[in-house]
């Protein structure tokens, strides 16, 4: 038999190898019902913690969302401003070698608008229309000319 039942027996006087009495039963069940609603308040006041907490962690997370796309909006907003004040071009340009973003100085260069170039491979800015390949381009200054849309 397990303990914990014997401990619970013994606690009501019962024996294991004697049938309890009516009352000794009677005493048992309003233990063991007692017990099970107490066990029910417990869980629902669980429950509740967990839903509370739950609410709170949701809404922090979306605290520090919010404050963390708002840090980033910032940033991003300077260095705006920052490329579009240089009186040279720049390209921001990814791996597969595709235009992710540019200054004004690089769209009035080329003789493009600014919603044109995202996108575009950089190889159409190049006057042989090549570009070259990352190991190349890493490993060595690298003369490239340009040709405007016109």
């Not at 401990?7 to 009495?21: F, H, N, W």
């Not at 019902?33 to 029910?40: F, P």
């Not at 995202?118 to 042989?128: H, R």
């Not at 390949?133 to 690298?142: G, N, P, R, T, Y």
Request: hydrophobic letters at 35%; glycine letters at 6%.
């Amino acid at each position: 038999m397990h303990m914990l039942l014997e401990r619970q027996l013994r606690r009501l006087c019962l024996q294991v190898d004697q049938p309890p009495t009516v009352e000794q039963w009677q005493a048992f069940l309003e233990w063991r019902d007692q017990s099970y609603a107490d066990y029910d308040g417990d869980s629902e006041v669980l429950e509740r913690s967990l839903a509370v907490s739950s609410t709170e962690m949701r809404e922090l997370y979306n605290t520090l969302r919010e404050s963390s796309e708002s840090l980033i909006r910032g940033e991003r907003d300077k260095l705006r401003t920052v490329m579009n004040n240089v009186a040279e071009g720049i390209v921001i340009f990814g791996r597969e070698g595709l235009i992710d973003s540019c200054n004004i100085a690089t769209a009035r260069t080329f003789g493009y608008r600014m919603d044109e170039l995202p996108g575009m491979p950089i190889s159409q800015l190049l006057a042989d229309g090549k570009f070259p390949l990352q190991s190349e381009f890493v490993e060595a200054e690298l003369e490239l000319t340009g040709k405007r849309r016109d």
